[in-house]
Protein backbone atom coordinates (compact mmCIF):
# COMPACT_ATOMS: atom_id res chain seq x y z
CA UNK A 1 0.00 0.00 0.00
CA UNK A 2 1.23 3.62 -0.97
CA UNK A 3 -0.56 6.69 0.32
CA UNK A 4 -0.51 10.34 -1.67
CA UNK A 5 -2.14 13.43 -0.33
CA UNK A 6 -3.03 15.83 -3.10
CA UNK A 7 -5.77 18.17 -4.34
CA UNK A 8 -7.67 15.65 -5.90
CA UNK A 9 -11.17 16.34 -7.80
CA UNK A 10 -14.12 14.40 -8.86
CA UNK A 11 -14.88 14.85 -12.69
CA UNK A 12 -18.50 13.54 -14.49
CA UNK A 13 -17.59 12.40 -17.99
CA UNK A 14 -20.38 11.33 -20.15
CA UNK A 15 -19.72 9.62 -23.38
CA UNK A 16 -21.09 6.47 -25.60
CA UNK A 17 -20.12 3.45 -24.30
CA UNK A 18 -20.86 -0.22 -26.84
CA UNK A 19 -22.66 -2.56 -24.32
CA UNK A 20 -22.69 -6.03 -24.21
CA UNK A 21 -25.12 -6.44 -26.00
CA UNK A 22 -23.37 -4.36 -29.30
CA UNK A 23 -26.04 -1.15 -28.76
CA UNK A 24 -24.39 2.35 -27.70
CA UNK A 25 -25.56 3.77 -24.48
CA UNK A 26 -24.60 7.23 -23.15
CA UNK A 27 -23.27 6.33 -19.63
CA UNK A 28 -21.91 9.31 -16.86
CA UNK A 29 -18.72 7.69 -15.29
CA UNK A 30 -16.83 9.13 -11.98
CA UNK A 31 -13.28 9.73 -12.40
CA UNK A 32 -10.88 11.08 -9.93
CA UNK A 33 -7.72 13.38 -10.88
CA UNK A 34 -5.16 15.04 -9.14
CA UNK A 35 -5.25 19.08 -9.71
CA UNK A 36 -4.53 22.36 -8.55
CA UNK A 37 -7.61 24.00 -9.72
CA UNK A 38 -10.73 22.85 -11.97
CA UNK A 39 -9.11 23.81 -15.25
CA UNK A 40 -6.21 22.24 -14.91
CA UNK A 41 -8.89 19.01 -13.38
CA UNK A 42 -10.93 19.68 -16.56
CA UNK A 43 -7.96 19.52 -18.50
CA UNK A 44 -6.74 16.44 -17.08
CA UNK A 45 -9.87 14.88 -17.32
CA UNK A 46 -9.61 15.26 -21.10
CA UNK A 47 -6.51 14.34 -21.64
CA UNK A 48 -6.71 10.82 -19.90
CA UNK A 49 -10.35 10.15 -21.40
CA UNK A 50 -9.53 10.65 -24.79
CA UNK A 51 -7.08 7.68 -24.64
CA UNK A 52 -9.96 5.88 -23.96
CA UNK A 53 -12.97 7.02 -25.26
CA UNK A 54 -13.54 6.40 -29.17
CA UNK A 55 -15.94 9.24 -29.89
CA UNK A 56 -16.99 12.30 -28.52
CA UNK A 57 -17.21 12.77 -24.47
CA UNK A 58 -18.08 15.76 -22.20
CA UNK A 59 -16.86 16.81 -18.67
CA UNK A 60 -20.18 17.50 -16.70
CA UNK A 61 -19.24 18.16 -13.36
CA UNK A 62 -16.26 18.44 -11.48
CA UNK A 63 -16.29 18.82 -7.33
CA UNK A 64 -13.34 19.35 -5.07
CA UNK A 65 -13.03 15.53 -3.50
CA UNK A 66 -14.12 15.59 0.57
CA UNK A 67 -10.66 13.40 0.67
CA UNK A 68 -6.92 15.09 0.76
CA UNK A 69 -5.14 11.39 1.01
CA UNK A 70 -5.81 8.09 -1.25
CA UNK A 71 -4.19 4.34 -0.32
CA UNK A 72 -3.26 3.09 -3.53
CA UNK A 73 -2.84 -0.78 -3.56
CA UNK A 74 -0.25 -2.93 -5.30
CA UNK A 75 -2.85 -5.77 -5.79
CA UNK A 76 -3.83 -5.72 -9.60
CA UNK A 77 -7.11 -7.21 -8.74
CA UNK A 78 -8.29 -3.92 -6.59
CA UNK A 79 -10.23 -2.68 -8.35
CA UNK A 80 -12.56 -1.07 -6.92
CA UNK A 81 -12.88 2.38 -4.57
CA UNK A 82 -13.92 2.90 -1.36
CA UNK A 83 -14.53 5.71 1.08
CA UNK A 84 -13.87 5.56 4.48
CA UNK A 85 -14.39 7.68 7.47
CA UNK A 86 -11.99 7.52 10.16
CA UNK A 87 -12.15 8.95 13.63
CA UNK A 88 -9.53 10.15 15.36
CA UNK A 89 -9.28 10.38 19.10
CA UNK A 90 -6.86 12.45 21.07
CA UNK A 91 -6.56 13.78 24.17
CA UNK A 92 -6.97 17.52 25.02
CA UNK A 93 -3.63 18.68 26.80
CA UNK A 94 -5.43 21.30 28.93
CA UNK A 95 -8.97 20.29 29.82
CA UNK A 96 -8.02 16.29 29.37
CA UNK A 97 -10.79 15.51 27.41
CA UNK A 98 -11.16 12.85 24.37
CA UNK A 99 -11.91 15.12 21.49
CA UNK A 100 -12.63 13.50 18.55
CA UNK A 101 -12.08 14.79 14.72
CA UNK A 102 -13.15 12.66 11.52
CA UNK A 103 -11.04 12.53 7.96
CA UNK A 104 -12.54 10.64 4.55
CA UNK A 105 -9.61 8.83 2.81
CA UNK A 106 -10.32 6.89 -0.37
CA UNK A 107 -9.01 3.25 -0.70
CA UNK A 108 -8.91 1.18 -3.35
CA UNK A 109 -9.46 -2.96 -3.11
CA UNK A 110 -11.74 -4.81 -4.23
CA UNK A 111 -14.35 -6.06 -1.33
CA UNK A 112 -15.28 -4.23 1.64
CA UNK A 113 -13.04 -6.20 3.94
CA UNK A 114 -10.51 -5.94 1.65
CA UNK A 115 -10.01 -1.81 2.25
CA UNK A 116 -10.64 -2.61 5.33
CA UNK A 117 -7.62 -4.39 5.55
CA UNK A 118 -5.84 -1.86 3.61
CA UNK A 119 -6.68 1.14 5.74
CA UNK A 120 -5.57 -0.94 8.57
CA UNK A 121 -2.44 -1.45 6.98
CA UNK A 122 -1.77 1.92 6.24
CA UNK A 123 -2.74 3.02 10.00
CA UNK A 124 -0.46 0.18 11.22
CA UNK A 125 2.53 2.70 10.83
CA UNK A 126 1.29 5.62 12.83
CA UNK A 127 0.40 6.02 16.39
CA UNK A 128 -2.68 7.83 16.54
CA UNK A 129 -5.53 5.98 17.87
CA UNK A 130 -8.80 5.81 15.45
CA UNK A 131 -11.81 4.56 15.33
CA UNK A 132 -13.28 3.18 11.15
CA UNK A 133 -16.32 4.89 11.69
CA UNK A 134 -18.13 4.27 7.64
CA UNK A 135 -16.58 2.53 4.56
CA UNK A 136 -18.55 2.48 1.46
CA UNK A 137 -17.81 1.68 -2.05
CA UNK A 138 -18.13 4.37 -4.37
CA UNK A 139 -19.07 4.48 -8.01
CA UNK A 140 -15.15 6.00 -8.68
CA UNK A 141 -14.26 4.72 -12.06
CA UNK A 142 -10.31 5.23 -11.65
CA UNK A 143 -8.09 7.63 -10.10
CA UNK A 144 -5.50 9.78 -12.35
CA UNK A 145 -2.42 11.07 -10.65
CA UNK A 146 -0.66 14.31 -11.60
CA UNK A 147 2.34 12.90 -14.10
CA UNK A 148 5.40 14.96 -13.09
CA UNK A 149 8.39 15.26 -15.59
CA UNK A 150 11.48 15.74 -14.71
CA UNK A 151 13.27 18.65 -16.72
CA UNK A 152 17.39 19.22 -16.53
CA UNK A 153 18.68 21.94 -15.28
CA UNK A 154 19.94 23.30 -19.05
CA UNK A 155 16.23 23.22 -19.99
CA UNK A 156 16.05 26.93 -19.79
CA UNK A 157 14.25 29.45 -21.50
CA UNK A 158 15.99 31.11 -23.73
CA UNK A 159 15.19 34.80 -24.59
CA UNK A 160 15.77 36.88 -27.73
CA UNK A 161 17.34 40.31 -27.52
CA UNK A 162 15.73 43.13 -29.75
Partial sequence: ????TANWFECTVR???QMEDGMPK???ELYVVDA???GEAEEAITKEMTAFVSGEFEVKNINPAAYGE???SENANDDRWYKA??????LDEKTEKEKRSTVTYLVQASTFNGAVKNVEEVMSGTMID???ANISETKIMDVYEHK???KSVDDKPEFEQE
Fill in 1 to 4: MRSR
Fill in 15 to 17: YER
Fill in 26 to 28: KVN
Fill in 36 to 38: LSF
Fill in 70 to 72: IFF
Fill in 85 to 90: KLTFIT
Fill in 130 to 132: YVI
Fill in 148 to 150: FTA
